[in-house]
């Protein structure tokens, strides 16, 4: 069965600086997919990056980039840069490829202080 | 405008009171999936559905029904519903093809079972 793990319940940060969101994972499978989404107090999940576990650089989308360390099962987020909208809900979550199941982690909400 | 969209947004009910949250998106999407968000737990999937007359259980479907006689629309629906099931629910679609195709949301259904 596959897991995602966020041990992080709450993350503070300073505007302009940068922030890393810890995401491990669980499975094994060879092949799956890896995605962080955002989730504001409005509530609606906005997707940010993607990786696939056979990708050999790093994902990145603007000031979002995941350190993706396929031996340690680790897919953090990192985000450059903060700023207030930045503060929200995030989920890491991962895709299998049998069934396309999205596993979810339990989510870190992210505070920027200004 | 590609969306998902969830009717009703907000319901209140009593416990017993049969209900259904609508969803349909207009990308011509394959895949759709039901999922219940509770606070420490993530997103967690009730059914998803692979195609048209195509669907399967998820992690917690119990006490949910789905189906799928369209492409476009997977409804939700609670024939006896319980104080356990208020939750906040989204519906999802992504196509089948590309493993990196993220899930695309809806802004999610606030239900109050009491």
């Known amino acids: 069965a596959q897991k995602i793990t966020q041990t992080q319940p709450g993350m503070f940060v300073q505007e302009k600086e940068a922030v890393t969101l810890d995401c491990t994972y669980d499975t094994s499978d060879q092949s799956y997919g890896l995605f962080w989404y955002k989730q504001p107090s409005s509530g609606e999940m906005i997707f940010l990056i993607y990786q696939g576990s056979y990708d050999e650089q790093n994902a990145t989308e603007g000031r979002y980039s995941l350190n993706f360390q396929k031996a340690r099962k680790s897919a953090n987020l990192v985000i450059s840069a903060s700023q207030l909208g930045d503060s929200a809900m995030y989920f890491c979550?991962?895709?299998?490829?049998?069934?396309?199941?999205?596993?979810f982690g339990q989510g870190t909400i992210l505070t920027v202080h200004p | 405008e590609a969306q998902v969209t969830q009717n009703p947004r907000y319901l209140i009910t009593v416990t017993g009171k049969k209900l259904t949250v609508t969803c349909s998106q207009n990308?011509?999407?394959?895949?759709m999936s039901w999922y219940r968000q509770d606070p420490g737990l993530g997103l967690r999937q009730i059914y998803y559905?692979?195609?048209?007359?195509?669907?399967d259980k998820g992690d917690v479907p119990e006490g949910y029904k789905v189906s799928r006689k369209e492409k476009r629309n997977f409804p939700l629906i609670l024939e006896s519903p319980s104080p356990n099931q208020t939750s906040l629910y989204f519906c999802?679609?992504?196509?089948?093809?590309?493993?990196?195709?993220?899930?695309?949301f809806g802004d999610g259904t606030r239900l109050s079972i009491l």
């Open positions: 979550a991962m895709r299998d490829t049998s069934y396309g199941k999205l596993t």
């Open positions: 559905s692979m195609n048209v007359e195509v669907t």
């Open positions: 999802a679609s992504r196509p089948l093809e590309g493993g990196g195709q993220p899930q695309h």
């Open positions: 990308m011509n999407h394959e895949y």
